[in-house]
């Protein structure tokens, strides 16, 4: 079972900058594929950016703006936002997904944390 925790949202005027950080529990997070969803209001779930190892990629309505990165020696996955815009606010959860061989690839997902983007 993989805990996962995000922290670091909130209110953030528009173009500003805000970084969230997600810690996910177990010996072997450098072989998990970690992902940035966010959700907003009465819209579906969507991905916002994945991590594979160092790979990268990110939804079109993110790229040049949004970085993820992670730091396996911390388990730690981060998701730097910047020039932030209202269409931005959402609750963005973290997900992470397991190879084959830790826990039959199963999914886990966080609590989720609201970021907010308004004058």
């Known amino acids: 079972q993989v805990q996962i925790v995000e922290s670091g949202g909130g209110l953030v005027q528009p173009g500003g900058y805000l970084r969230l950080s997600c810690e996910a529990s177990?010996?072997?997070?450098?072989?998990?594929?970690l992902s940035w969803f966010r959700q907003s209001q009465g819209k579906e779930r969507e991905v916002v950016a994945t991590?594979?190892?160092?790979?990268?990629n990110y939804t079109d309505t993110v790229k040049g703006r949004f970085s993820i990165a992670r730091d396996n020696d911390q388990n730690t996955v981060y998701l730097h936002m910047n020039k932030l815009t209202p269409e931005d606010t959402a609750v963005y959860y973290c997900?992470?997904?397991?190879?084959?061989?830790?826990?039959?690839?199963?999914?886990?997902w966080g609590k989720g944390i609201p970021v907010t983007v308004s004058s």
């Open positions: 997900h992470a997904h397991m190879p084959s061989w830790i826990d039959n690839g199963m999914d886990y």
């Open positions: 991590i594979v190892g160092q790979r990268t």
């Open positions: 177990g010996r072997y997070f450098s072989s998990y594929t």
